[in-house]
């Protein structure tokens, strides 16, 4: 099922709840796309997307991903939104007063290949949301039939916080109607397994002291990745495109969501994760 004919989108997600924190004149100079998308949510994303290695070992694994980033297109500007949250640039003095930096993004990268020809891969990052989490969410196609009103099954990689896989699926609820609802198969890491879980950057210096290099970046991987990003950076940069205005605390810009809705993804509106305790 992990193909253009099961899968109706794939969303990386990235959301922060917080501002700059101190390094606005930092964030300055690169923006969230440099600063996460580029390299952080397209690493994932070459990891969901690339085919299966021929072993585990670094230099398989990388030759995989660095296929799948050559399949992707640059993207284009239409296929992108930017943002800005009220504040940003009030809250730092070391922010230039009229800065077009963004501190949201969400693009649509399309992956010519095919095993994904034809599904939208949307990254989505910032910073000043509602929330903070990191996650794929891969949303398969709706079904045709009886329940073909039914919302979309998801299969959630939740990696932060609270690490969890879980997938969203429709079932018939008990009794005796034929009312269906969502539900999910959970498998939350800290409920399941009695491990401590270690941070991102323990997990890589553990790495470095074993000669790992799975989860560094090769040289023409870091080519192919800037290949689908630079030419939307320099539009951005010579057009002087500005952001749209985003409340802090919220969802980020309605035109996120309207850009995605295009591309078919369907939001569930009564669906809840993590389940509220009784």
Known sequence: MWNRHHVASITITFKEDIGTEGRGGYFDEYGIIRDVMQN?????????????????????????????????KPIK???????????YIEEDEKVARDSRMPTFATAVIHINNARWSGVPFILKCGKG??????????????????????ERNELVFRIQ??????????????????????????????ERFEVRLPDAYERLIYDVIRGDHNLFVRGDELDAAWRIFTPLLHHLEK????????????????????????????????YQWPKAKA
């Open 40 to 72: 952080h949510l397209t690493q994932v994303l070459s990891l969901v997307a690339m085919e299966p290695p021929n072993s585990l070992s670094a230099e398989d694994v990388r030759d995989e991903k660095v296929k799948v980033l050559k399949a992707a």
């Open 77 to 87: 500007p239409e296929d992108c939104i930017i943002g800005q949250y009220q504040g």
């Open 129 to 150: 949301l509602n929330e903070r989490k990191a996650e794929i969410r891969v949303q398969f196609k709706s079904v045709p039939g009886i329940y073909s009103n039914a």
């Open 161 to 190: 916080p609270n690490e969890a896989v879980y997938y969203k699926v429709n079932t018939k609820k008990p009794g005796l109607s034929e009312e269906i609802g969502m539900s999910e198969l959970d498998l939350t890491y800290k």
């Open 239 to 270: 057009e002087k495109v500005k952001p749209i205005s985003y409340k802090f605390g919220s969802r980020g810009p309605e035109e996120s969501d309207q850009l995605i809705n295009k591309y078919g993804f369907q939001r569930s509106e009564n």
